[in-house]
């Protein structure tokens, strides 16, 4: 399976950004999907955005539409920049692979071991 190791959490203020990495490594797929889950405590685990290969498709989750951005490169690496980042976006961020070949999709395969992002006010 393929392991994921994220990168790139840390404290910021409300209004700021940051940027989140996620590597990849392992048997990859042609047709897989990368993404990004938040958990903050005391909370489910919800979704916050995928990108699609082939292709390239993104998926958001309204909560973070327009603020955040994930993207992809050619080594299997994501990436979510988070501008205006607001309080309620802190929560351990965990990066996750699907091999489904549904899209978009909500069923992640792997994952990896969070990293934490926290926004003061």
């Known amino acids: 399976q393929v392991q994921l190791v994220e990168s790139g959490g840390g404290l910021v203020q409300a209004g700021g950004s940051l940027a989140l990495s996620c590597a990849a490594s392992g048997r990859i797929f042609s047709n897989f999907a990368m993404g990004w889950f938040r958990q903050a405590p005391g909370k489910e685990r919800e979704f916050v955005a995928a990108v699609r290969w082939p292709g390239g498709a993104t998926d958001y989750a309204d909560s973070v539409k327009g603020r955040f951005t994930i993207s992809r490169d050619t080594k299997n690496t994501i990436y979510l920049q988070m501008n205006s980042l607001k309080p309620e976006d802190t929560a351990a961020y965990y990066c996750?692979?699907?091999?489904?070949?549904?899209?978009?999709?909500?069923?992640?395969?792997?994952w990896g071991q969070g990293t934490q992002v926290t926004v003061s006010s």
């Open positions: 996750a692979a699907a091999y489904s070949s549904r899209w978009p999709t909500r069923d992640f395969d792997s």
